[in-house]
């Protein structure tokens, strides 16, 4: 064969390879925005130590799980999520610094404080424990969402596992500090137990998000599981778990659960009782490995809509048509336009959802949508989706959404967020004070020294037929790698309007997968910090101390709490129980903004209950647009003119104002 029929063969791989290679550095080549060393420089983090509880480090630490048989192979891939973490007011002072931590190197709960708290609210760090709930080995904790769940205006703790039904850690009304002696442990789901084990259904738990979610003025709960009820973490555990069996539309999955609230009692004997409001959620819409849940009042009515992020396949917006004491949801998809592709019509992709958030990134007064898929280069390089909102109004979204139209469309390429890693949880927050949000993405899956890559691009192109059984599945074990060294995703708006990752610049690019963020003014300053939450790694606190920030407005929205000891002042009773689901519209001549009261979502970082808008260099008077529902459920709007900085308001069917406390 002479030389020139060599080359006529060997011509159209060479094309192939140099297209992909031009693609690949297209792709790379829009990652790198302009202007992000510029962005970065405004921003500012100082790493600080979290307080554990005396002797914990001392403890064996672990870096893999115990697993059914059947995933023993893929073991690594099984103990890829569980570590959790949440920042609120844990002491009831007007202070978001308490901290929750799902830790998955002991399967514990830890209870502590931020290390900016002041000496007032330090406590001794503690680990929760459920007893005398029953639990077992084949159990462990996924996440940590605070909230006051039986409105007597004292922080609980609701608590998501692999292996069972979440518990509520609810408060104490005797309590004066907190301790393990402070909390009662209850099920959310009711169980019994006549010989001490646990007999309940084996749910394996990735997201939980709270709300008022019928406008009765009480939190409930979705919860968004992932494998199907199973003995997922049993060594010695029945042949009864799976795998998805699709990577781009799977429905045979744990699925979700709405937990509609009934009834509470406070005291030092507390309670709370929830029933599942079966149907709440389309069939067909509640069935996948559901690894995200977040919402948002889109629509002006007091009533979150609902994103639901799923692994290997659709995500889900829900439209609200919910009535106080029986919540129901109905689907929203978006439209596609012959330049649309597939994935990028909402509801319709195919990509890995990990992570959901909602904020108003274009500061134009509604909500948008950010999402976490796996958008690896080289690997499974999909695109985050950035859906922004493109209703012209409130009544508009109504409209469009009541006839099952999704008005969003994603724009992760255009703004400069579509690629960052494997990414998990995603939170949205104004560092910096100056009206615009920076995105934060958890990122990595798997940490070893062995590259894994080919075998996962091999499972992804055969044959769905095959999935389910996870024999088919190749090996993922200790020692192997997936996407191990990626880091936290920080993105800073640039000069031009678009994002830059910044991480590198700001060091906080930590070669250690991680899974959830939280952000909180830990300080009561009007500085939002952010703690990140590490799989098989300590965990992280980061400290604002850009050089300089702009004027805020910061709001602490409570109902009236009820039942012994709800007095403000009290041991850790607050000022009242918050109040979820209330909206907040701020405009300034520089615009308007919208946030919300955020009772807990995302995947498994809860922010505070903190809303918080950055005004930059306006320091006049701003108008204040407040929606809420009352304890009863009725719905109450009001205008206010308010000066920068903090301000608390007791919510009836008034807002007054009251002192901090």
């Not at 140099?18 to 992000?36: E, I, M, P």
């Not at 998809?333 to 012959?338: A, I, L, S, V």
């Not at 004070?433 to 958890?442: H, L, R």
């Amino acid at each position: 064969m002479d030389r020139r029929e060599r080359f006529r063969r060997m011509t159209p791989g060479v094309v192939t390879v140099l297209v992909a290679a031009s693609l690949f550095f297209t792709v790379r080549t829009s990652v790198a925005v302009a202007g992000g060393d510029e962005a970065a420089a405004k921003y500012k983090f100082q790493e600080m130590a979290i307080a554990l509880p005396p002797g914990y480090e001392s403890q064996p630490m672990n870096t893999v799980r115990k697993v059914n048989p059947a995933y023993q192979k893929i073991r690594s891939w099984i103990s890829s999520v569980g570590a959790g973490i949440a920042v609120n007011d844990l002491m009831g002072h007007g202070k978001a610094d308490g901290m929750c931590i799902v830790d998955t190197r002991t399967d514990q709960v830890v209870v502590t404080y931020t290390p900016t708290a002041p000496e007032a609210d330090r406590f001794t760090p503690f680990v929760l424990d459920a007893a005398p709930l029953p639990t077992d080995a084949a159990m462990a904790p996924t996440g940590c969402a605070p909230g006051d769940f039986n409105g007597d205006g004292r922080m609980d703790l609701l608590v998501s596992y692999w292996g069972r039904t979440p518990v509520v850690f609810l408060a104490k009304a005797s309590a004066n500090d907190l301790s393990p002696a402070s909390y009662v442990p209850r099920e959310v789901v009711a169980s019994r137990s006549d010989d001490g084990a646990y007999h309940g259904p084996r749910w394996n738990t990735d997201a939980v998000y709270v709300g008022d979610l019928d406008g009765s003025g009480h939190p409930s709960i979705v919860v968004g599981n992932y494998f199907p009820d199973s003995d997922v973490l049993d060594p010695h555990g029945l042949k009864n778990v799976l795998m998805n069996d699709s990577l781009s539309n799977a429905k045979n999955a744990g699925g979700d659960h709405v937990m509609r609230w009934t009834g509470a009692r406070a005291g030092d004997d507390p309670s709370v009782s929830f029933v599942e409001e079966k149907g709440a959620i389309p069939y067909g819409a509640s069935t996948g490995w559901t690894l995200a849940v977040s919402g948002a009042d889109l629509t002006g009515d007091d009533l979150p809509e609902m994103y639901i992020a799923d692994d290997f396949g659709h995500d889900h917006l829900l439209y609200n048509r919910s009535t106080p004491g029986h919540i129901r949801y109905s689907e929203a998809t978006g439209k596609r336009t012959p330049t649309t592709p597939k994935s990028f019509v909402l509801g319709k992709g195919s990509f890995k959802g990990m992570g959901v958030d909602f904020a108003d990134v274009d500061r134009n007064g509604r909500f948008d949508m950010m999402v976490s898929n796996i958008t690896a280069a080289w690997g499974l390089e999909e695109s985050n989706f950035l859906w922004m909102n493109k209703a012209g109004s409130e009544e508009e979204a109504r409209r469009k959404l009541e006839s099952g139209e999704a008005p969003f469309e994603q724009e992760a390429q255009e703004h400069g967020v579509a690629w960052t890693g494997w990414g998990w949880d995603t939170k949205m927050a104004d560092f910096l004070n100056d009206g615009d949000v920076s995105i934060m993405q958890a990122t990595g899956f798997v940490k070893g020294k062995t590259d894994r890559w080919p075998w996962l691009q091999e499972l992804a192109m055969s044959n769905d037929n095959l999935l389910s059984n996870p024999a088919m599945w190749p090996h993922v074990q200790p020692g192997d790698d997936i996407a191990g060294d990626d880091v936290l995703g920080f993105y800073a708006k640039t000069e031009s309007g678009e994002y830059a990752n910044v991480s590198k610049q700001l060091g906080l690019d930590v070669k250690i997968p991680t899974r959830a963020l939280a952000t909180g003014d830990t300080t009561g300053t009007g500085v939002l910090d952010f703690a990140v939450a590490r799989q098989w790694g300590p965990p992280a606190f980061y400290a604002n101390q850009a050089p300089e920030k702009g004027n805020y407005l910061g709001l602490r929205l409570y109902r009236p709490a009820t039942g012994p000891g709800a007095d403000a002042g009290e041991g850790i009773a607050n000022t009242g129980t918050p109040a979820y689901g209330a909206t907040v519209k701020v405009t300034t001549p520089e615009g308007t903004q919208v946030s919300q009261l955020d009772g807990g979502g995302g995947h498994s970082g809860f922010r505070s209950f903190d809303v918080h808008f950055g005004l930059g260099s306006y320091d006049g008077p701003a108008t204040v647009q407040l929606s809420w529902r009352d304890a009863d459920g009725g719905r109450h709007r009001t205008t206010q003119k308010l000066t920068p900085g903090t301000h608390t308001y007791l919510l009836t069917d008034t807002a007054q104002e009251v002192a901090e406390r």
